[in-house]
């Protein structure tokens, strides 16, 4: 039987103040057997005639699977309107990658709490009763990124492939990383459906 090629994990790009908990998720999965591609790590492909955001897809592309990290903060890597982070998770489910997904408590709780600001009015709209001032600490606009990987909006009885996991702590994190990837069996089987649902 042949060897089985190594399989590539793209870890999403969400680097600032993260540094630390990244790079013990890269090592993790390194550990394990996956070739890793990360911005943050180094060891994703830079073509120097394409942008930052170019550069990210084409590792999305790239990769047979996708691990993406939603926290409290938007990043700066942003093009226009366009995130790089957001824009990876997009296109890794839009190409229908196999993906997981991380998501930081605070971006959690903060959804529970937004739902308790908004108000019906009579004609049944929902309006948002409060102004938020985006800052380093918390930016709304990671509740679009969460609702597009939770899937909200569809019913919930039809949602697949909308798990997010909720973390606080590094070991949580790690926790996760090594429960979904650790059985190596696990993932190539995945691979390999999703390679042949692909051709």
């Avoid at 190594?6 to 998720?25: E, N, P």
Wanted: aromatic letters at 12%; a negative charge.
């Amino acid at each position: 039987m042949a060897e089985e090629k190594q399989i590539k994990i793209m870890v999403g790009s969400t680097v600032y103040g993260f540094q630390d908990q990244l790079s013990a998720i890269w090592t993790t999965l390194s550990t394990i057997g996956y070739k890793v591609m990360n911005s943050h790590m180094g060891t994703i492909r830079v073509n120097p005639l394409l942008s930052n955001l170019e550069n990210c897809l084409n590792a999305v592309d790239e990769c047979d699977i996708f691990l993406g990290i939603i926290r409290p903060y938007y990043g700066t890597g942003n093009i226009g309107d366009a995130n790089i982070t957001f824009e990876e998770i997009k296109r890794a489910i839009a190409s229908k990658k196999p993906y997981w997904f991380l998501v930081h408590r605070d971006v959690v709780f903060a959804k529970q709490l937004f739902k308790k600001l908004y108000y019906e009015t009579t004609d049944g709209k929902k309006l948002k009763d409060i102004k938020v001032d985006r800052s380093a600490v918390f930016d709304d606009r990671t509740l679009e990124i969460y609702d597009y990987v939770i899937k909200n909006g569809e019913p919930v009885t039809l949602r697949t492939g909308n798990w997010a996991q909720e973390f606080y702590r590094l070991d949580e994190a790690l926790l996760y990383v090594q429960t979904q990837f650790g059985e190596m069996d696990f993932v190539q089987k995945i691979v390999h459906k999703n390679e042949g649902t692909n051709e």
